[in-house]
């Protein structure tokens, strides 16, 4: 324990932190977003902004949102509708968040990826300055996949499984310090349904992971998505924290170097 207790001690040393949270996190059950849930969720973030984090929100909810509002039953399986959610959810959703944040004095700024932006050298050299620059003055980036037009994303085919891969992908393009991905399970689970604090290696974390396992509801990624997204920020030397959204100041308590969640270490550059 007091070797786990020294990796974290590094933590409240971040300086810039992807925060990814899934959709199970912020909505109800029925896609409908969740104000206390989101409510506590931004106030963590406002509070480590205040303490000088610069923090980047990578936000799922969009098609659960969308279905919602649009009182469907399930999560619609042809693109087309999946797509029409996206439109409708993602507003709402952005909605939602403009209005807490602006109750913490902050503002926010929407960015949607595909898969393209990041395999074209000019628009992820865009991406790249929009984020700095938005970080310079204090507004807060949040990110999610443009489903309305990235139909291989909503689709599951070339997925980026639930945005855990492209906030990974945001810690690379930001080098960022930290990867915190919240989920509604307090961690990486063992074989008797305890979590495990952290992992040096993280193969040992993928052998505990059946990716077989139905996820269930209105989201799409599981433990093995973010164990993917994980292992591509951990080779990039950035750690990642695997835990529960749900917990009161999770996020808080991460970056206080609590024992919150797993605790993947980067890999050594």
């Known amino acids: 324990m007091d070797l786990i207790n020294r990796y974290r001690e590094f ?37 480590l902004r205040s303490n000088g984090y610069e923090i980047i929100l990578v936000s799922s909810g969009a098609i659960g949102a969308g279905v919602d509002a649009l009182g469907l039953k399930s999560r619609p399986t042809a693109v087309s509708d999946l797509q029409m959610c996206a439109a409708v959810g993602q507003a709402l959703l952005m909605a939602q968040y403009e209005g807490l944040f602006k109750e913490q004095g902050l503002i926010i700024g929407q960015i949607l990826l595909t898969h393209a932006d990041f395999q074209h050298r000019l628009r992820l050299n865009n991406t790249k300055r929009t984020l700095e620059h938005l970080l ?9 996949e443009n489903d309305v037009v990235a139909d291989e994303e909503v689709k599951a085919s070339l997925s980026l499984g639930d945005n855990d891969y492209l906030a990974s992908l945001v810690v690379k393009l930001t080098r960022a310090d930290l990867l915190v991905i919240l989920s509604t399970v307090d961690g990486v689970l063992d074989e008797a349904g305890h979590r495990v604090p ?44 695997i835990a529960n959204g749900r917990s009161a100041r999770v996020l808080t308590q991460i970056l206080a170097g609590k024992d919150a969640g797993t605790l993947i270490l980067g890999s050594a550059l």
């Open 198 to 241: 952290c992992f040096e290696n993280l193969a040992d974390a993928f052998k505990l992971v059946n990716p077989s396992l139905p996820n269930g509801g209105l989201s799409k990624g599981g433990m093995d998505s973010k164990l993917r997204a994980a292992q591509n920020a951990v080779k990039a030397g950035c750690p990642t924290v």
């Open 136 to 144: 310079r003055h204090n507004v807060i980036p949040i990110i999610n």
């Open 11 to 47: 933590l409240p040393e971040s300086r810039r932190v992807v925060v990814k949270v899934g959709t199970r996190v912020i909505e109800q059950g029925t896609g409908r977003p969740d104000k206390r849930s989101m409510k506590s969720l931004v106030s963590q973030i406002a509070n």
